[in-house]
């Protein structure tokens, strides 16, 4: 007789852990290799491109020792690089990464099994005593192994384009509070203390560098990470830059932040070129000596060849009348583009240090491109999100002389100083119970000292071109787009969805039926609502851009962007992982990008990655930085770990990684110090954990170590294992709401009695979604059944949670956003009475009804005209879209109308 799925989980026991795992077999006998047909996210670049991108696969269905080939759409061979990211349990391969350069990309790419082909010429890397070289075939960079200089030099064939690479920082020890004050600022620069090859090839090559910041004098600040990236037949240089914030905010301000270059100069003046792309392709195409516009005519000839930006005829063959009064005509060396706002930049230059400034033009949204050169090579240098991370600004100094020097700012001089003092005195609050009373009215959770940004980190992409000759306006607006929007490859929508890389929560787009339609129309709204307010409300900044805000005033019509708890999201009931749900159901690019800004900002802003809360994040607040619960559902590995496989970026693996001991921060820091009603000190072998946001966190970042079998994977692995089980041998299991952890054996002490201890928040952080890839990933039925337990009974009545736990659950909210628990446990226990439930649930829930006005309606009477939806909130918003979305793969074939 065939035993079903329901008889087995009535009797439900826990495998040992030992067994879970030992299936070598499984890895050598995968089933056949799918092919992968890949698209650009944005459509095919118009110019060359490079990427990375990372590509899920089918458990059991490819070896770990798989080797890849890539083809075009017209058949031909493509030169690539693949690497492993993470493996299923069984040992196969779960995610690769893959790399190309093309100089004429195609509009789609087929992925499958077989050999790859070798670029015509490979990326190398040249390991010296004291210097790496990086040879791409088209130029070739020497990076320092210490000092001040990351790249020293780099060459185009045997022409030396750049020179001195380094980091730059201007540091102010106070902040002026009057229009009299004067300060002093300190310039520090890069000095390095590690450089790590990471990869060497034949592709892509990355180099890593770490270092710090220091003066002359050798006082050092602001750790920082660069990695470098080179492409087999580029001509430039990709550079991410991390730096962390090793102060308390209180002192030591940043009043620079950047990249700096040298450039060396060969040809005459009247043959160098200064550019700068603006909005769109609007470009500032200008010679270091002009020749147009003067009394005398050089000659239709020259004046064209300098606005093309090519060589200029023999001065000879000018009209003498110019050639015989060259020494009076301006050279103008100094330039600069300064981005102040998200919606203004402006451009001056000077003759040279020491002489005014003329201004030359405004504008509103650079792209965040210069040049600077001549007619036999030159520098372009871009930063993406240009405006959206103002201040910014583009410095090229001394292009009249023979080595001009150029600075992209991630923070701007000309902005002031960085403020990032906590926002007010306290106001009295010195004690809990205090704390507590103004938590109770302005939603803030302070604590003195907490409000620190001590710890916090932001990264940065750039990129710089060796150039062989100044390019021309077509080519550099072609490099701002790729500044912008740098091309990206990505999987089908049906192989994202049919891998169940993410706990197969979701299915794709479908409109088949009337209900159907309903919901993704109002899913569709709630991302345009958002997308809108961030352009009208101006969620741009340095440390801003990226979150969204938390909940509306209806009186004011804007956001409550000035009362505690109600301003930045801080990824608050995880609006990250809604965005990237809807991208792996849509393959959107507008969806894609929305939530890679959120990602880049969410995994360092709001995160601490140096001092005792490393590991942790903050809680909601004015500032990112400044409620004081720092807790582990804010850092979370599962908001990173979408981007990382999708794009196998190295830094948000840096941030994974920094995840996997945060359970030590739990000795620290207790998150409920201020509503304990017995003393509790912590203790390294009985941490009170909470089974919802604490646990989920840590299980996120334990499973995402084991399967990239990262240098904790073993221990991650026993934690995670052992948690799982001791969880599911507990009475009441989730229910239980926390328990006595161990930090040396991974596991939570026994639980003999039945208690109950339920919050709204527990599942909502991420735990609905990891514990879904635990159980498709592990088979240890206790933990399904005791998971199952929670999905089935948050909803439920108080007499089916009292019958089944000895107690009911209380109050309990947000009841829309739970319903794709109950489509869960109808989904694994086969009940079509849940799924039905389930849709009751989202339609009659407390979120959002299907009978609101589902639309937005424009607004006069704030600063900029906006629009507003006075029903919406980012915690119901989060909720609606992950229920939507997560029940309709788990019970859309039984989806009712409301």
């Known amino acids: 007789m065939e035993i079903t799925r329901r008889q087995v989980l009535a009797g439900l026991a826990a495998a040992p852990v030992a067994s879970l795992l030992d299936t070598p077999a499984a890895a050598a006998r995968p089933a056949a290799v799918p092919e992968v047909k890949l698209s650009w996210l944005e459509g095919r670049p118009g110019s060359a491109a490079v ?60 992925l499958k099994a077989g050999t790859a082909t070798a670029p015509a010429v490979a990326v190398t890397v040249t390991d010296a005593k004291n210097y790496l ?39 102010q020890d106070k902040i002026a509070e009057d229009e009299e004050a004067t300060t002093s600022r300190d310039r520090f620069e890069s000095d390095i203390t590690s450089v790590k090859v990471e990869q060497a090839g034949p592709v892509r090559a990355v180099v890593r560098i770490d270092g710090r910041h220091t003066n002359a004098k050798g006082k050092s600040w602001l750790p920082f990470t660069v990695r470098l990236y080179f492409y087999a037949g580029a001509e430039n240089i990709r550079m991410v830059h991390t730096f962390v914030y090793d102060r308390d905010g209180q002192h030591d301000y940043i009043a620079g932040l950047g990249v700096r270059f040298r450039v060396p100069l060969r040809d005459a003046t009247y043959d160098r070129h200064v550019r700068f792309v603006g909005a769109g392709h609007g470009l500032l195409s200008e010679a270091v000596k002009g020749i147009t516009g003067l009394r005398r005519d050089p000659g239709a000839a020259v004046r064209a060849a300098q606005i093309a930006g090519t060589k200029l005829p023999d001065p000879a063959t000018w009209d003498q009348r110019v050639t015989t009064r060259l020494q009076y005509i301006p050279e103008w060396g100094d330039y600069t583009l300064s981005q102040l706002s998200a919606d203004g930049f402006t451009v001056r230059k000077r003759t040279k240090q020491g002489n005014g400034w003329v201004p030359v033009d405004q504008g509103e949204r650079a792209s965040g491109l210069g040049y600077v050169g001549g007619v036999s090579g030159g520098l372009a240098f871009g930063l993406r999100d240009f405006w959206q991370r103002h201040p910014t600004q583009l410095d090229i100094r001394g292009a009249h002389t023979d080595e001009a020097e150029v600075t992209v700012w991630l923070w701007s001089p000309d902005a002031g100083p960085m403020d990032t003092r906590f926002y007010h005195d306290g106001m009295g609050q010195d004690t809990f119970p205090e704390q507590l009373e103004g938590l109770n009215i302005t939603y803030e959770d302070y604590e003195p000292g907490f409000g620190t940004p001590y710890g916090v980190a932001r990264t940065s992409e750039l990129t710089f071109w060796a150039l062989a000759a100044t390019p021309t306006a077509e080519r550099l607006g072609a490099m701002a787009d790729q500044v912008r929007t740098p091309p990206q490859l990505i999987n089908p929508v049906d192989h994202l969805v049919t891998t169940k890389v993410f706990g197969g929560l979701v299915t ?97 802003v709001d995160v601490y990655h140096l001092g005792q809360w490393a590991g942790l994040g903050t809680r909601h607040g004015v ?81 995402t170590e084991w399967e990239r079998q990262g240098p904790k994977a073993a221990i991650a692995r026993t934690k995670l294992l052992g948690t799982m ?33 339920v919050s709204h928040l527990s599942a909502m952080f991420g735990q609905v979604e990891i514990c879904a890839e635990l159980i498709d990933l592990v088979e240890m039925p206790a933990f399904e059944q005791a998971w199952l337990q929670y999905c089935r009974l948050y909803n439920a009545s108080r007499a089916e949670q009292t019958a089944e736990c000895g107690a009911h659950f209380g109050n309990l909210i947000l009841r829309q956003g739970h319903a794709r628990l109950t489509a869960y446990a109808a989904a694994r226990l086969d009940r079509d009475d849940l799924a039905a439930r389930a849709w009751r649930e989202f339609y009659t829930g407390d979120g959002y009804a299907p009978t609101l006005p589902w639309t937005a309606q424009p607004v006069a009477s704030t600063l900029n005209p906006t629009e507003a939806a006075t029903w919406v909130s980012t915690n119901t918003t989060a909720l609606y879209g992950l229920a939507a979305i997560q029940t309709l793969a788990l019970a859309g074939d039984q989806i009712t109308n409301p």
């Open 51 to 110: 990427t990375t991108w990372g590509t899920p696969w089918p458990k059991g269905s490819v070896r770990p020792d798989q080797t890849f080939a890539l083809t075009a759409a017209d058949g031909s061979a493509v030169p690539v690089q693949s690497w492993p990211t993470a493996y299923w349990p069984d040992g196969t391969l779960k995610w690769s990464a893959h790399a190309i350069a093309a100089d004429a990309p195609a509009h789609s790419y087929t």
């Open 133 to 171: 070289d990086v040879d791409t075939g088209v130029i070739r960079a020497r990076i320092r192994k210490d000092g001040a200089e990351l790249i020293s030099q780099v060459w185009r064939g045997a022409v030396e384009i750049a020179r001195k690479g380094r980091l730059v920082n201007l540091k």
């Open 508 to 604: 794709p787009v479908d409109r088949s039926h009337p209900a159907k339609k309903a919901i993704e129309d109002h899913l569709d709204f709630l991302f345009d609502y958002y997308r809108g307010q961030v352009e009208q409300r101006h969620w741009y900044g340095f440390w801003d851009y990226g979150d969204i805000m938390h909940t509306f005033d209806e009186d004011r019509l804007v956001w409550r962007y000035d009362i505690g708890g109600y301003a930045w999201d801080n990824s608050e009931l995880s609006p990250d992982l809604w965005l990237w749900y809807a991208f792996l159901r849509s393959g959107r690019a507008d969806i894609f990008r929305f939530a890679e800004a959120m990602t880049r900002h969410t995994g360092e």
């Open 623 to 703: 500032q990112h930085w400044a409620d004081s619960a720092k807790q582990q559902r804010i850092s979370t590995a599962i908001y990173r770990r979408f981007f990382y496989y999708l794009t196998a970026d190295e830094r948000t693996g840096d941030l994974l990684s920094e995840l996997v001991d945060s359970d030590r921060t739990f000795l620290v820091l207790d998150p409920l110090r201020k509503i304990r009603t017995e003393p509790y000190t912590p203790d390294p072998h009985a941490l009170a954990i909470g089974l919802g946001t604490d646990w989920s966190g840590l299980a996120a970042a334990w499973l």
């Open 725 to 757: 089980e001791t969880i599911a041998a507990m009475p009441n299991g989730f229910v239980t709401g926390g328990g006595l952890y161990d930090l040396d054996t991974g596991r939570f002490a026994p639980v003999t009695a039945k208690t109950v201890s």
